[in-house]
């Protein structure tokens, strides 16, 4: 069984140092980023939408256990004041040894039980193309593709 638990200051601290550091591999890959400015864009961002770290206003950092074990973490924020029935998940993750094993959907339906609570009637997320394993864990628990953004490297 999967528990969400408030994100504690020391496991946010954690997150971080890996957080700002796959966003910016993973914009690479994209092709969003050059690797000169990842790092640095990646911080930006991250201190933008989180300026007061794990207590920042209208988001919401879990860590995810198993049996006592910290396997993962999800971060879900509210849309905006204005439209506090609306959330995006901006970062879900579920360490790689703890991967295929069911944690992730598990994690899904409780995150989903957790918004729900708040008021939250539609949730959103964003997944990069190149992730098929996460592309597929979403659409199994039925998010659909509202956007595709499509780009080809001219050589």
Do not use: C
Request: proline content about 2%; aromatic content about 12%.
């Amino acid at each position: 069984m999967v528990r969400l638990k408030p994100m504690n200051h020391e496991e946010f601290q954690q997150y971080m140092i890996t957080a700002i550091e796959d966003y910016a591999k993973e914009k690479v890959i994209s092709g969003n980023w050059s690797e000169e400015e990842a790092i640095t864009l990646s911080t930006n961002t991250f201190n933008q939408l989180l300026p007061k770290d794990e207590t920042s206003e209208f988001n919401y950092l879990f860590s995810i256990f198993h049996e006592q074990q910290l396997i993962g973490m999800i971060w879900v924020a509210q849309k905006s004041p204005d439209h506090n029935d609306e959330a995006f998940i901006y970062d879900f993750i579920i360490f790689d040894q703890y991967q295929g094993q069911g944690h992730g959907k598990s994690a899904m339906r409780e995150i989903e039980v957790i918004v729900k609570e708040m008021g939250i009637k539609k949730i959103g997320l964003h997944v990069f193309g190149h992730n098929k394993i996460a592309r597929g864990l979403y659409e199994k628990m039925g998010y659909e593709i509202t956007n595709i953004t499509m780009a080809k490297s001219i050589e």
